[in-house]
């Protein structure tokens, strides 16, 4: 990222060798980037470089989205029951911050059962969501993802962890339905 620099006389980003990036490949989270100190040149230049995870995918990555889509269609058997103040009703469930990462401050409160991670995430909000079961399979917990396009499965992958909460040292295996 320290490479990364902006011509104002071309009106873009550039590499550490002062040339024009067309294309960018990133792994910043949009909401860090939107908080830099180039974020004006950044929308204001949006449209004239390729973004390889578009800024759309913010939205997909902000989990006040789920709440949202519960409150659209509630009991669809594609989610988890969601809510952006802990419901009386809910018992068992995880509280996440909106923009948290790889199980970083997590609170999973089962029964009288609570278990917390550590993290930076939280000051943005929470939203608390019914937990789900993952089953402990010989000391590992295998968490489902799977991608649909046009309502077709078109690919799996499957995240496991020591523990209950899938984290950023949980192996991960994709598969691609051809």
Same mark, same amino acid.
């Given at each position: 990222?320290?490479?990364?620099? +902006?011509?104002?006389? &071309? #009106?873009?980003?550039?590499?550490?060798?002062?040339?024009?990036?067309?294309?960018?490949?990133?792994?910043?989270?949009?909401? +860090?980037?939107?908080?830099?100190?180039? =974020?004006?040149?950044?929308? =204001?230049?949006?449209?004239?470089? &390729?973004?390889?995870?578009?800024?759309?995918?913010?939205?997909?990555?902000?989990? %006040?989205?789920?709440?949202?889509? +519960?409150?659209?269609?509630? %009991? *669809?058997? #594609?989610?988890?029951?969601?809510?952006?103040?802990?419901?009386?009703?809910?018992?068992?469930? @995880?509280?996440?911050?909106?923009?948290?990462?790889?199980?970083?401050?997590?609170?999973?409160?089962?029964?009288?059962?609570? &278990?917390?991670?550590?993290?930076?995430?939280?000051?943005?909000?929470?939203?608390?969501?019914?937990? =789900? *079961?993952?089953?402990?399979?010989?000391?590992?917990?295998? @968490?489902?993802?799977?991608?649909?396009?046009? %309502?077709?499965?078109?690919?799996?992958?499957?995240?496991?962890? =020591?523990?209950?909460?899938?984290?950023?040292?949980?192996?991960?295996?994709? *598969?691609?339905?051809?």
């Amino acid at each position: 990222m320290d490479d990364i620099g +902006w011509d104002a006389a &071309q #009106n873009c980003f550039v590499d550490i060798d002062g040339r024009p990036m067309r294309s960018i490949f990133k792994l910043y989270p949009w909401e +860090w980037l939107l908080a830099d100190r180039f =974020a004006a040149d950044l929308l =204001a230049n949006y449209t004239f470089t &390729q973004w390889i995870e578009p800024i759309w995918k913010m939205l997909l990555s902000n989990k %006040g989205i789920l709440p949202i889509l +519960w409150e659209l269609f509630p %009991g *669809h058997p #594609n989610l988890l029951e969601c809510y952006f103040r802990a419901p009386k009703g809910l018992i068992d469930y @995880v509280k996440k911050p909106l923009l948290s990462r790889e199980g970083a401050n997590l609170t999973i409160q089962r029964g009288s059962s609570v &278990q917390e991670t550590a993290g930076p995430y939280g000051a943005e909000g929470f939203v608390y969501q019914a937990a =789900a *079961h993952i089953p402990d399979c010989n000391g590992a917990y295998p @968490v489902l993802g799977s991608w649909l396009i046009d %309502g077709v499965a078109a690919g799996l992958g499957i995240r496991e962890s =020591a523990t209950p909460v899938t984290d950023n040292l949980s192996c991960f295996v994709p *598969h691609l339905f051809e």
